[in-house]
């Protein structure tokens, strides 16, 4: 299991995952960074995003079991979801404040941009992704494949 707290307006946010007997350990943020954010976990696999004070400048990343940084995400704001294989879905650096498109940094180092425009909130082993679009008021599931 993997959890953030969000601490009064002076403490960085943290991230912790749990092992099996309970025991909890603490994400650690990059160098130069006091915020992190677990957003997935999977087989042993953690990911989340690492920031500055106040979420400047957030960095996906992927942790080990351990707290410890398996590895960041070249080009990346966030990871979100995480497969078995280590393939990480996440949302590219975007304009101004905001995150950009949705793009999966395969485990083999590899970059791809999915198929489909789309918010995407889960990624099946299949190499599914399942999310919504939007456009003139109305929301629309969207199922896409990214192999």
Request: negative net charge; aromatic residues 10%; proline residues 5%.
């Amino acid at each position: 299991m993997a959890a953030w707290r969000s601490g009064s307006a002076e403490e960085p946010t943290q991230s912790y995952v749990w092992d099996e007997g309970g025991e909890r350990t603490l994400l650690q943020p990059l160098r130069g960074h006091s915020e992190t954010r677990v957003q997935g976990i999977r087989n042993g696999r953690v990911v989340g995003f690492s920031a500055q004070e106040n979420w400047a400048n957030p960095i996906g990343v992927e942790w080990d079991l351990r707290g410890g940084l398996v590895r960041t995400l070249e080009g990346s704001a966030e990871a979100t979801r995480v497969t078995s294989s280590g393939d990480v879905l996440g949302r590219t650096v975007g304009e101004g404040h905001f995150p950009g498109p949705a793009a999966i940094w395969r485990s083999t180092g590899q970059f791809d941009q999915p198929p489909v425009t789309a918010g995407y909130e889960e990624f099946a082993d299949t190499g599914s992704l399942y999310g919504w679009s939007y456009s003139e008021g109305t929301y629309t599931p969207v199922h896409a494949r990214c192999e």
